[in-house]
């Protein structure tokens, strides 16, 4: 990677609990009891303090506390994990981080402790503002909920706010999705996340739609649903930065661009992901062998620790990298620059992917402005099919 971008790092922290699993959920979550919990905290603080010498060349530039539900935490805990990695590594002063919450879990006094912990952006779960969708999928909490959540972290001070949101859910509407947009538009978020509903294999959701319990909007219904996203929020003060992330102007979410730029990455929990020294790799998802094998740290070193802890480890080749840069770099809507693709591999790109660039943009799915490579709305709209092209 260049020395630009190596000199920082960023730092996802997975918090795997929540009430209840929600119907449409793959994610690495279950509820807990508070011993586990505990237990859980402890060994996080200790793989955080084991990887100092990891972290030590690197900036902290943005941190995100994700899961699961990171909110229903008690919220001492969430001060003992940011003290944990301040301990080891060095946070820029105006680093991002962002903890995920649910409506139904938050407190005023959760919110006072995260912003005394130094959180500054708060992302909140909705994905709907009709009760009887969220019902169906399986949230905890309604629309009310939701608003005293949105409207609480306000009065706490926090002045970064992000809204997630989910169309094509069962039994959703054209109509009942433009509602929740108002409703959400109205309320004046800094940045709201718009994905479209993937039934995944081995959910509650999948079940359902299988046996004919609930319908899921027609395929029509559901593009229907992504263009007026892009329109309203258009409208209303939101800009697409991303292919499903809209934002007030600098208000985008500078960890998830990180993602899309391949800035190196550590995660800590169970299942958490990390891009490192030209590796990709994962923590295991088995919540007791991993709280065992940092139980046990005594009798370990921190490399025989991340040996034990890490899955699916991947060394990248150079062609992995620069496939990276361009499925990963093209999801942003000013794409890919040539320059940048230039400085890290010390190749043209059109030595890479001529070929490809010229053909995409005589079929309209790409176009070129100065020194950058972009999706047309075209390529927006079958982006998977267009990405693939960039596999070498």
Request: net charge negative.
């Amino acid at each position: 990677m260049s020395s630009s971008k190596s000199r920082k790092i960023e730092i996802y922290i997975h918090i795997p609990f929540c009430v209840k699993k929600c119907a449409y959920c793959d994610f690495l979550s279950c509820p807990a009891d508070d011993e586990t919990k505990e237990k859980y905290v402890q060994a996080l603080c200790r793989e955080i303090e084991w990887s100092k010498d990891r972290l030590r060349e690197y900036l902290v530039d943005t941190v995100f506390i994700g899961g699961g539900t990171p909110s229903i935490l008690r919220e001492k805990y969430i001060s003992v994990i940011l003290d944990a990695l301040r301990s080891v590594a060095k946070v820029s002063d105006d680093a991002e981080i962002t903890i995920e919450c649910n409506p139904g879990t938050l407190t005023m006094e959760k919110l006072e402790a995260y912003k005394n912990a130094g959180i500054n952006r708060i992302s909140l779960g909705l994905q709907s503002a009709n009760d009887k969708e969220l019902k169906t999928i399986g949230r905890i909490h309604n629309y009310d909920e939701f608003k005293k959540s949105f409207n609480l972290a306000r009065l706490a001070g926090f002045k970064n706010v992000n809204v997630d949101l989910m169309s094509a859910l069962p039994g959703q509407t054209l109509d009942s999705y433009k509602d929740t947009l108002a409703k959400v538009v109205t309320l004046n978020p800094d940045h709201i996340s718009a994905y479209s509903l993937i039934v995944e294999d081995n959910t509650q959701l999948k079940d359902m739609v299988e046996s004919g319990e609930v319908a899921l909007p027609s395929e029509d219904e559901e593009r229907e649903m992504y263009y007026y996203t892009k329109e309203f929020l258009g409208r209303t003060g939101y800009k697409r930065y991303e292919i499903s992330n809209y934002a007030k102007d600098g208000y985008e979410c500078r960890h998830n661009i990180g993602y899309w730029e391949r800035v190196e990455y550590l995660g800590f929990g169970i299942g958490a992901a990390s891009l490192y020294k030209g590796e990709r790799f994962s923590n295991t998802s088995d919540v007791n062998k991993y709280m065992h094998i940092l139980e046990n740290e005594d009798v370990m070193n921190a490399d025989e620790i991340w040996d034990a802890l890490n899955e699916n480890t991947e060394t990248l080749t150079q062609n992995d990298e620069m496939e990276e840069f361009m499925f990963l770099g093209l999801r942003k809507s000013d794409g890919v620059s040539k320059s940048d693709f230039e400085d890290e591999f010390g190749r043209d790109i059109n030595s890479v992917y001529g070929n490809v660039i010229e053909k995409l943009i005589s079929q309209d799915l790409l176009c070129e402005s100065d020194d950058r490579i972009i999706l047309t709305d075209k390529g927006i709209d079958i982006s998977n099919i267009v990405l693939a092209n960039f596999l070498l």
